[in-house]
């Protein structure tokens, strides 16, 4: 069986000229570039702009992938698509262009949630993993707790007050001027390696607070602060280089911040095992995803974790960690192998859905 599945989040992300000017010339051109190029070009995505930047890509990219498997529409089973969290009018982008080939292969379509398909993958990764599991999941946008019990059943046991830790990875790396074209947080990681994670003392968020919830904007409020006091500027080409006399105040900051980071997580995740083995006394595993989950010192320390707490660990490899539409397509499996779908859309609508 074939899925098809549109992760609108993967697509082109860009903020401001020149790059709509660049977009006029090709969209050839914009199919070339990753969301990372753009977002250390121009340090951010704009909603409008993105949104055109998908519209402009999405036909060549579902194309493409369904070329690259030697598929055509009509080998499909399904389509599954994600629906949020997000950027609406970049997922609606999705969302359309979804209804359109659903609409024109007579095919049915599933609607599924970003976080929702973070966690799944794990089931696609380790094929003999039961629910109920406890999935801590860690990207950009969310920091959550959730005690998965079946498909589409889930309870939230912690959850960010404010910033989640990739952002907090992001905003780190961008104002220590690190270079972040493979992504901020895997270039914090990197420089990390060489500080030492003692040197600033950095308080751990939410010590006070007997819950599960998250906190990182405190901690970025407090690595501003020693950037700020250390004087080093964020120019990029004066501090990213190894010889530069910053480079070992950057890693220090850098180490510092992923260690107090990460101990928030494990406390939190601690915290949640004891809880969920309340609700659930047949608990036997703990899934980590999400981009974050990529980091190397964000596994060892959650194996420590999983090892103290007698947890089975599940870690989807990094790239099933990070944003893409494998996991969007299992699980739209999970979901339909269990009846849970939309009819196929009728194929006048999907011509006029915009
Ligand atoms: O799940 P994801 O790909 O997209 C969202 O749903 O947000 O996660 C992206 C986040 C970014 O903040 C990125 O900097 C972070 O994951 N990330 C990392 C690493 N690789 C990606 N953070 C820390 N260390 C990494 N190696
Ligand atoms: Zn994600």
């Not at 990753?34 to 909603?47: I, N, T, Y």
């Not at 105040?249 to 990460?262: C, G, K, W, Y």
């Not at 006394?281 to 981009?291: A, D, E, F, H, M």
């Not at 494998?326 to 006048?348: C, K, Q, S």
Request: proline fraction near 5%.
């Amino acid at each position: 069986r074939i899925w098809l599945s549109l992760a609108s989040r993967r697509a082109a992300m860009i903020q401001q000229p020149p790059w709509s000017e660049a977009m006029e010339k090709s969209s050839a051109k914009l199919f070339l570039l990753k969301k990372a190029d753009l977002l250390s070009r121009f340090g951010g995505v704009a909603p409008k702009m993105a949104e055109e930047a998908h519209s402009l890509v999405i036909d060549q990219v579902v194309q493409k992938a369904l070329d690259d498997a030697k598929l055509t529409g009509k080998d499909l089973s399904a389509v599954a698509v994600t629906i949020g969290p997000g950027l609406s009018l970049c997922l609606r982008v999705g969302v359309s262009k979804a209804r359109r080939v659903a609409g024109s292969y007579d095919l049915p379509i599933i609607g599924v949630h970003h976080m929702e398909a973070h966690a799944l993958v794990a089931r696609l990764v380790e094929r003999d993993l039961q629910f109920p599991f406890l999935a801590l999941l860690i990207s950009g946008g969310h920091n959550l707790l959730v005690l998965a019990h079946d498909v589409g059943h889930y309870v939230q046991l912690g959850t960010t007050i404010d910033d989640a830790i990739g952002e907090a990875y992001d905003k780190t790396a961008r104002w220590l001027g690190l270079d972040i074209s493979k992504g901020g947080g895997a270039a914090l990681e990197e420089l990390a390696r060489e500080g030492d994670s003692h040197a600033i003392k950095f308080k751990i968020p939410m010590r006070q607070h007997k819950d599960c919830n998250f906190s990182y904007a405190g901690l970025k409020t407090q690595v501003r602060l020693a950037i700020e006091s250390k004087n080093i500027c964020a120019q990029k080409d004066s501090i990213s280089s190894a010889a530069t006399p910053h480079r070992k105040s950057q890693a220090d900051i850098a180490a510092s911040f992923q260690r107090v980071a990460v101990l928030h997580l494990e406390e939190k995740c601690e915290r949640a095992i004891e809880w969920a083995r309340g609700l659930e006394p047949s608990l036997q595993c703990l899934v980590v995803s999400g981009g974050v989950a990529s980091n190397q010192y964000v596994r060892s320390r959650l194996q420590q974790v999983s090892e103290r707490k007698h947890l089975r660990l599940v870690f989807p490899p990094p790239s099933l960690c990070t944003d893409n539409g494998v996991m969007v397509a299992w699980t739209g499996i999970e979901h339909f192998l269990l009846g849970r779908y939309d009819p196929p859309p009728p194929v006048n609508e999907a011509e006029d859905y915009v």
